[in-house]
């Protein structure tokens, strides 16, 4: 069982970012799929979520400027970042939820950092 991120990196206030999480070992269209952060010393919380059925939740913070979305075919699940801010900086970790957290993982972390 894998979840693989990527897509993070360092960019400038304004910017845009997107973040893939991939995949394999177990029966991805049947979890839901979240997208968490945290910030050096801060706890983790979460950014997006997307339900197995494609029902979408955002922290109220990235609403209007981060978009989640799934293709179930390729066992990816992305993370549409725009408008970036510097309080975006954080690792970004991917994780995968079947019955209300009777099954679960975790990737192991993208690193994005807005910065001029």
């Known amino acids: 069982v894998q979840l693989v991120e990527s897509g993070g990196g360092l960019v400038q206030p304004g910017g845009s970012l997107r973040l893939s999480c991939a995949a394999s070992?177990?029966?991805?269209?049947?979890?839901?799929v979240s997208w968490f952060r945290q910030a050096p010393g801060k706890e983790r919380e979460l950014v997006a979520l997307?339900?197995?059925?494609?029902?979408?939740n955002y922290k109220e913070s990235v609403k209007g400027r981060f978009t989640i979305s799934r293709d179930n075919a390729k066992n990816t699940v992305y993370l549409q970042m725009n408008s970036l801010k510097a309080e975006d900086t954080a690792m970004y970790y991917c994780?995968?939820?079947?019955?209300?957290?009777?099954?679960?993982?975790w990737g192991q972390g993208t690193q994005v950092t807005v910065s001029s």
């Open positions: 070992g177990f029966t991805f269209s049947s979890y839901a």
């Open positions: 997307i339900s197995s059925a494609g029902s979408r």
């Open positions: 994780h995968a939820n079947y019955g209300s957290g009777i099954i679960t993982y």
